[in-house]
């Protein structure tokens, strides 16, 4: 027996929090908090999580392939518009941990891997009513880190909805949260509202694991022409340096692969959300290095005659498409109808499908993300604390006195920007 499967042995003893081994008592699957996976990129230093969006069961296992040919952590997501009450995909907030349990014990998976609820978007007071009732559903269901995306609001309600929710996120939990993230083209985020945000959660005692930026981020398809940009995240994360919070990265796809790696190297980020592609390449779309799928002269996407799903059922998700008017960004909508018609197909071309994705992640894991070989640092993370609760990585630096509600919203007014009214919850 290896030193690294003594180990995981161990870490399956003390490192899986508390509703997984409720969940799961007779499983060998690590899954662990985001904190976990957070510490163990920065114990790798410039090292990147990649975080799956599930949006099939393709995605799933072929991610879960790949972390583990690349003795890899990983992070397996799904965001609200793809996995919540309203959703566009099978896979969702109260079933992905059920998947992820299952494909790591069929396959004999021996890296870590967080379940996060990602872009738990807040829009308005019911969303707050609402998603006091459901995140701790979320956690009964396997759900091992959260992202509180209140960032469609101003930057005080933001704040305020965070503040209100956080009672409901187990303290163990990984915790993002997010400011100006889909403000999109109204603005890029500042080092002042993310200061804001962080000084105003430090007084509450609330440590975020992750910050996500608009720092030029596209969600979707449609590759941009600037992209992330990466002095301005450099920026900010030294502006909050002190307060030990790693970068989330969104909309990955429209984005080069020296893009990232320069992400990696020069900012503070841990972890960096990928979707669109993966679905894509698990249909057997053909996609250029931003991760965006390639069109014809037509505008139609390309399918890759081989790969993916058959050609008949491609045809019949294009009819499917064309009937119900929907464009290519919402190609993604296609999940939940074709879900059970896809899992249907023959082994072979589920194994293409999978394998696919699996090559495809294991490239960005090894040769984009720098996080080869992580698996070891975020077990030894868990060793370490003997526990599955690895802490806050800061402490209170600043006066709750100074962070009430009303000095919250006099300091919010220094930068008032016109909130996001599109009612849009944007997966990567």
């Known amino acids: 027996m290896s030193q690294y499967d003594k180990d995981f042995k161990k870490a399956l003893e003390v490192g899986r929090p508390p509703n997984i081994t409720k969940l799961f008592p007779n499983s060998r699957a690590l899954i662990v908090s985001g904190k976990a996976i957070d510490r163990g990129m920065i114990a790798k230093g410039h090292a990147i999580a990649i975080a799956a969006n ?15 040919r690349a003795n890899a952590v990983i992070i397996l997501e799904i965001a609200k518009s793809e996995g919540g009450a309203k959703a566009y995909c099978a896979v969702n907030y109260w079933n992905l941990a059920t998947y992820a349990d299952a494909v790591c014990n ?22 707050i009513a609402a998603a006091k009732i459901e995140i701790p559903s979320m956690f009964d269901a396997g759900i091992t880190s959260i992202a509180i995306d209140a960032s469609h609001l101003p930057d005080d309600k933001n704040l305020l909805a965070s503040i209100e929710l956080n009672p409901f996120v187990p303290t163990w939990a990984g915790l993002e949260t997010e400011v100006g993230e889909i403000k999109g083209k109204e603005g890029l985020s500042t080092p002042e ?36 940009q990466v ?3 450099a ?21 080069s692969s020296d893009r990232l790696r320069q992400i990696a ?3 503070n980020t841990t972890k960096a959300n990928v979707a669109t592609a993966l679905q894509m390449i698990s249909w057997g779309l053909e996609v250029n290095d931003y991760g965006n799928a ?10 890759i005659k081989g790969a993916g799903m058959t050609e008949d059922v491609w045809e019949e998700m294009a009819k499917y498409a064309s009937e119900k008017s929907l464009k290519a960004g ?20 589920r194994e293409r499908m999978v394998k696919a994705v699996e090559d495809f992640v294991y490239n960005m894991i090894v040769n984009v993300l720098n996080a080869k070989d992580t698996a070891p640092l975020a077990v030894e993370a868990l060793l370490k604390a003997k526990s599955y609760d690895l802490g806050p990585k800061a402490s209170r630096i600043d006066d709750p006195k100074e962070w009430t509600v009303e000095k919250i919203t006099t300091k919010a007014k220094a930068f008032v920007k016109s909130p996001d009214t599109s009612g849009k919850d944007h997966g990567d």
């Open 231 to 233: 002095d301005l995240t």
């Open 294 to 303: 390639i069109m014809d002269e037509n505008k139609n996407f390309k399918k």
């Open 235 to 255: 920026r900010i994360h030294k502006a909050i340096e002190k307060y030990k919070v790693s970068g989330a990265q969104h909309g990955t796809s429209g984005n």
């Open 265 to 267: 190297q020069k900012t």
């Open 330 to 349: 919402d190609f993604k909508k296609l999940n939940l109808p074709f879900e059970n018609k896809l899992t249907g197909l023959p082994a072979d071309v």
């Open 54 to 68: 599930g949006r099939n069961s393709f995605v799933i296992r072929g991610a879960l392939r790949a972390a583990q």
């Open 106 to 127: 069929e396959l004999g998976i021996t890296v870590p891997v967080t379940i996060h609820a990602d872009h738990y978007a807040i829009q308005n007071d019911k969303d």
């Open 193 to 228: 509202e993310a200061i804001f945000l962080i000084q105003g959660l430090n007084a509450h005692d609330i440590f975020p694991d992750w910050i996500a930026l608009n720092n030029g981020t596209t969600h979707g398809i449609e590759e941009s022409e600037s992209g992330i």
